[in-house]
């Protein structure tokens, strides 16, 4: 029963949409490991222990954010069937998962160094943040950006015991990335939002201005992810990561129209995670492959 309810709730956050945030966080420990960061016989456990907390972190956010929403998916005819509405969960699991979860993350950063340690609380109050702020502001999709651009940071912190300005330009690409394709999947909840008071980039702009701001958002990201190849003089393979980024936005742009969103998942799911993969693919083999400054 157990068991169930454990695999309905991973069902429930998405759990295989890990794939999201983790690479671009592995980046940023790589990046971290390349600056001189950490012996290479140490570096192999500091990777493990940043999945194990990365995971353990998005996936509290998200049963925090599904509990939290719970009643308005209810409401939603596109959510209604989620999990908790649907009563195939019950409320009182979820917490427990989401404090179970919330622990291992917590654990996860004492095992890479004091600082994480200490900011843990932070990062947990960081994501947790986000499930609130549709009701108020509609630059929730800005705070859901940070909330997954925190991830290569964080690792970096993870590495090298200490923040560094630089792995900011990181940050800033996965909030704008991350804000822009949210608010690509926030149109099909576009009615919904604007009878319910819901704020959303679309409520207030319309579709087709929220796509266009959308566009700006991953315009954005590629100036942030060129800043930071010159910022850390990385070499032609990471040049390439960002033109194959670049390539895969404009295509996840071709797929919404104002007038068609028949194929907003197909934008939002597979080509995001083909952007967060092709992006640590190159990036990783010019990290490995090149000297610092190739």
């Known amino acids: 029963m157990l068991l169930h309810r454990l695999r309905l709730t991973l069902e429930m956050i998405k759990f295989e949409h890990s794939v999201f945030a983790l690479p671009f966080a592995l980046t940023g420990a790589l990046l971290a490991f390349r600056d001189g960061g950490t012996a290479a016989g140490a570096m192999g456990w500091k990777l493990v222990w940043i999945v194990v907390a990365m995971v353990a972190a998005r996936s509290a956010a998200m049963a925090f954010n599904r509990l939290v929403d719970s009643d308005i998916d209810g409401r939603n005819p596109r959510t209604r069937m989620r999990h908790l509405?649907?009563?195939?969960?019950?409320?009182?699991?979820?917490?427990?998962?989401v404090v179970a979860a919330a622990t291992v993350f917590i654990l996860a950063a004492g095992q890479l160094n004091p600082l994480c340690l200490h900011l843990a609380p932070l990062a947990l109050g960081v994501v947790f943040f986000y499930s609130f702020t549709k009701r108020f502001t509609s630059f929730s999709h800005l705070v859901l950006g940070f909330s997954l651009g925190i991830a290569p940071a964080a690792a970096w912190i993870a590495v090298r015991g200490s923040l560094d300005s630089r792995i900011l330009w990181l940050t800033a690409a996965v909030t704008f990335w991350t804000a822009g394709f949210d608010v690509i999947y926030s149109c099909q909840d576009y009615e919904f939002d604007c009878a319910e008071g819901l704020s959303s980039v679309p409520r207030y702009l319309g579709i087709a201005r929220a796509l266009r701001v959308s566009q700006a958002m991953h315009i954005l990201m590629v100036v942030c992810l060129l800043a930071l190849v010159y910022t850390l003089h990385l070499g032609a393979l990471a040049l390439t990561g960002v033109a194959a980024v670049t390539a895969l936005l404009l295509y996840e742009h071709s797929l919404v129209k104002p007038n068609d969103l028949s194929r907003v998942?197909?934008?939002?799911?597979?080509?995001?995670?083909?952007?967060?993969?092709?992006?640590?693919?190159?990036?990783?083999?010019?990290?490995?492959l090149l000297k610092p400054g190739a």
């Open 265 to 288: 998942n197909a934008a939002f799911f597979t080509m995001n995670g083909y952007v967060s993969v092709l992006f640590f693919v190159f990036w990783a083999a010019d990290i490995f």
């Open 85 to 97: 509405p649907a009563g195939l969960l019950s409320r009182a699991f979820g917490w427990a998962f």
